[in-house]
Each structure stands twice: as structure tokens, then as C-alpha cells.
């Protein structure tokens, strides 16, 4: 899930490095529920995971990398410009409004494709073309 991953990125952002039962914590998750997600993020190189002498809580501390925080600090700017642009949008036509949705639709569809999460990714691009299929017919009637 995207959102999960971008919840366990700010967590770790914000937060600072920890081992991975706090990233659950943090996320208001159990440890099971993210682990996959913590898979796809070290794979990704957006977070780094390393080994320690260890506790009775665990031997592995997370910590976000150079390219995560970039890749967040990318979302929080594409927040901010959705925001923005929400009160543009509540001004202008009905045609501008679901072409820009479908615009951002197909931008999340490639940022999730770069995290690894091609289900996400689909259903964005799905999302997408639906969007644009009803702006065009909606001129052909």
C-alpha cells in the first residue's frame, strides 16, 4: 500500500532511526502488518536497515536514506500544489477539474510504479483513463 509506505518514510523522517517495532508504533500498526513494506523500502534503497549488537527488542535499526527523503520531500511539495490548486480547481470548468485529476492520477500512478507498487500503480493509471474517457465523451455528445 502506498500510503503505508509514505506513513513508515515521514515516520522515520520525522521520528529519526529506530528499530522497526517503533516504526509500527509510529504508523499505529503491529510489526507483522509492515514488515512487507519495510522489505519494499530497504530493496528500494528508501530506507537502510542496520544490524547492531542487539536488545530484547531486536538487533535492526531503520533508518530513512538521502533518496527517501528526497522522494518525500517530493510528495510534501505535490501536497502542498494539490492544495492549491484545490481552490483553483473549485473555480474553473468542470473540463479543466477532471483533466487535472486525471493529470495527478497518472502522477501517482508513476511514483507508485517507482516504489515497487505496480497493484497501486495500475489502479492509478486505471483511474487515469477512465477519467480522460469521460472528458473526451463528454465533448462527443
Known amino acids: ?40 523500502l530497504i530493496v528500494s534503497g528508501l530506507i537502510r536497515s542496520d544490524r547492531f549488537g542487539g536488545s530484547l527488542l531486536g538487533n535492526e535499526l531503520l533508518s530513512i536514506t538521502p533518496i527517501g527523503i528526497r522522494l518525500l520531500q517530493c510528495f510534501d ?12 480547481c473549485a473555480t474553473s470548468s468542470r473540463e479543466f477539474t ?17 516504489c515497487g507498487d505496480t497493484e497501486n500503480a495500475v489502479r492509478y493509471y486505471q483511474g487515469a483513463l477512465k477519467i480522460l474517457r469521460h472528458f473526451n465523451n463528454s465533448f462527443t455528445l
Not at 77 to 88: F, P, V
Not at 101 to 113: R, Y
Request: net charge negative.
Open 1 to 40: 500500500m502506498l500510503s503505508q509506505e509514505l506513513q513508515v518514510l515521514r515516520a522515520l523522517y520525522e521520528g529519526g532511526p529506530c528499530l522497526p517495532f517503533e516504526v509500527a508504533v509510529r504508523v499505529r500498526k503491529f510489526p507483522e502488518e509492515i514488515g512487507h513494506t519495510l522489505q519494499i
Open 77 to 88: 511539495t505535490a501536497e502542498r500544489q494539490i492544495s492549491t490548486n484545490i481552490g483553483k
Open 98 to 114: 477532471e483533466e487535472w485529476v486525471a493529470e495527478l492520477l497518472h502522477k501517482l500512478g508513476d511514483i507508485a510504479a517507482a
